[in-house]
């Protein structure tokens, strides 16, 4: 059977002159059995006819691989970002909300990233450890960043390591680089806020406050929000944020207590393995 297109204007002697080309040509025309598409007819070139396969294979191949390479590129961007492993590839439908409170804030998260951009409301979820305050950050985050935004997660703590790092004589960033990409990015994520990111050292200690209140003002002024998670509670949160961070912070503001129960006890997960 031929692929060779027929014209019904042309007269048999054209139609036969034109196969003759292509057979002048080298082409031919190779009946393919393939056990998923049925038995298809190709054109190649004579000396190719061994080396066909079935196209609609090689669309899905094709599609598999650029599949493979989007995931290998998303993974990747997000582990600069600083979104966990665990969480670059969920969305939304992959956080649990049973109760009305968790519903409201998931319909909350919803409309809040997709008006996303310069204004857009800071974040504050404080509670006990196991809530998915985490999980929901960085779903958001890499939600955002996937919109083309440019994302920066990382937790409390690192803020005050990350500086100290770049003191060192070998490091390639100095300090203001690190505070201004914290500063300017259009999403910041502050996890586990007030967890080891002040220094035991009373010199130190003031610097680490007023670092983070510099992130914080500075992404107040350019209307750039953050999101913060913390196991404190709403005293220790504010306190450790400190009055004057607070009060920018709290003109653009969403707090949520999640007090519910934690999704790892509730779910019986063994935290770890004892041998008796």
Excluded at 5 to 27: C, W
Aim: glycine residues 6%; contains cysteine; charged residues 25%.
């Amino acid at each position: 059977m031929s692929l060779i297109q027929k014209n019904p204007l042309q007269s048999y002697a054209e139609q036969t002159s034109v196969g003759n080309s292509l057979t002048n040509l080298g082409i031919v025309t190779v009946s393919l059995d393939c056990h998923i598409h049925g038995i298809q007819q190709i054109q190649t070139f004579a000396f190719r006819r061994n080396e066909v396969k079935c196209p609609e294979c090689d669309k899905l191949a094709q599609a598999q691989k650029d599949f493979e390479e989007f995931q290998k590129a998303k993974r990747e961007k997000a582990l600069k970002n600083g979104i966990a492993e665990r969480y670059y590839n969920c969305k939304l439908s992959d956080w649990q909300a049973e109760t009305d409170k968790q519903n409201k804030l998931l319909n909350f998260a919803k409309a809040w990233l997709s008006d996303f951009g310069q204004g857009s409301k800071h974040i504050v979820m404080i509670g006990s450890t196991g809530t998915g305050k985490t999980m929901l950050a960085s779903i958001l985050a890499t939600s955002v960043s996937d919109k083309g935004f440019a994302v920066k997660m990382l937790r409390s703590s690192e803020i005050a390591e990350r500086v100290r790092a770049s003191w060192k004589a070998h490091s390639k960033v100095t300090e203001e680089d690190l505070m201004k990409s914290w500063i300017n990015c259009d999403l910041l994520v502050i996890d586990e806020f007030g967890e080891g990111d002040i220094a035991v050292n009373s010199n130190w200690a003031d610097d680490d406050r007023a670092r983070i209140s510099k992130i914080i003002d500075g992404r107040y002024q350019n209307g750039k929000p953050i999101i913060f998670t913390s196991n404190f509670d709403r005293e220790q949160f504010f306190a450790r944020l400190g009055a004057r961070a607070l009060d920018r912070l709290q003109e653009n503001m969403t707090l949520v207590v999640c007090n519910w129960q934690s999704y790892r006890a509730k779910a019986g997960v063994t935290k770890f393995m004892e041998i008796v």
